[in-house]
């Protein structure tokens, strides 16, 4: 009897034997560039399979490319969350995930004609060549800053109807990555302080203005230089080369790690949160907070 894994649809290629995981490492890398396109191959037949008319799954059939916007981003989110655990496992399933929103986009584009994977694909592959001469070509580029130098240039060529130095950058990723993004662009045009220093001092004035906005009260000042002081963060964050992004995200974990800490001490003795005094309350935060520290 076969297992599960030797069972596959009609039409649908096997997937390649695996590769052997003792021995030398191979001298080029073809084995598994075959291995990968073999399996690319079969990801394709099977979504095109889900995708057939008549007798492919409902729900698959249902989708359009508008439908398919928001799992494409919360895949994206799942992959970022599985590249910060280094889980080799959740990486390779949540990386699937993702190629798969792709690869479904593209077999809904391929059904009316708009597009298909080979110009995903091919349109990636020429992108690289072409904004890679030094690699591809006869150009010179030793440094990395020579390599984002010739990048925008070739960019700017290719994009003739842009204006700015800041378009491009698109309006629906969320504002921390957009004010992010925003910055490098002016950077590269030469906009920015020569220092961290620079950006520490502007984010201490944007403190002191969102200070100045809160004793007059008035709610649309305050939102105006809590932004300010928000892309003032960013600023500091860019020149640290920490993705601000990220930084949040482990500030928000660890700010929920201490708070469940806290609750089910407070819990253990009897009381809940209602119970306690924030002096109280204070009390097992900080004794965590320290903890948090010797641990660094």
Not at 88 to 94: A, F, I, P
Not at 145 to 161: C, F, H
Not at 270 to 288: S, V, Y
């Amino acid at each position: 009897m076969n297992s599960p894994s030797d069972v596959r649809p009609a039409g649908i290629p096997a997937a390649p034997e695996a590769a052997p995981t003792t021995g030398a490492a191979p001298s080029t890398p073809a084995p598994a560039h075959a291995a990968a396109a073999a399996e690319y191959a079969r990801l394709l037949a099977i979504m095109a399979r889900l995708r057939r008319p008549g007798d492919g799954c409902p729900w698959d059939l249902e989708q359009t490319l508008d439908s398919l916007k928001p799992y494409l981003i919360e895949e994206a989110y799942e992959a970022l969350d599985a590249l910060e655990t280094h889980n080799r496992d959740d990486l390779v399933e949540e990386l699937g995930d993702l190629l798969l929103q792709i690869v479904f986009i593209a077999q809904v584009g391929s059904e009316t004609a708009l597009f298909d994977m080979a110009d995903v694909a091919r349109g990636i592959s020429d992108k690289l060549i072409r904004r890679h001469p030094h690699i591809f070509g006869t150009e010179s580029a030793p440094t990395t800053a020579d390599v984002l130098r010739n990048w925008d240039k070739i960019k700017r060529d290719e994009k003739k109807t842009r204006t700015s130095a800041l378009d491009g950058i698109p309006s629906h990723v969320p504002p921390l990555h957009r004010a992010y993004q925003l910055q490098k662009r002016a950077a590269r045009a030469g906009f920015d302080w020569a220092d961290v220093d620079g950006a520490m001092a502007k984010l201490r004035e944007e403190v002191g203005e969102l200070g100045e906005a809160i004793a007059e009260d008035s709610r649309a000042h305050m939102m105006e230089e809590l932004g300010d002081v928000l892309f003032a963060a960013v600023k500091v964050a860019r020149f640290l080369q920490c993705d601000p992004h990220y930084a949040l995200s482990k500030t928000n974990d660890k700010f929920e790690r201490r708070f469940r800490a806290m609750e089910s001490e407070i819990l253990a003795e009897g009381k809940t949160l209602k119970d306690c005094t924030l002096p109280e309350m204070e009390a097992h935060w900080n004794r965590h907070r320290a903890a948090d520290k010797t641990h660094r």
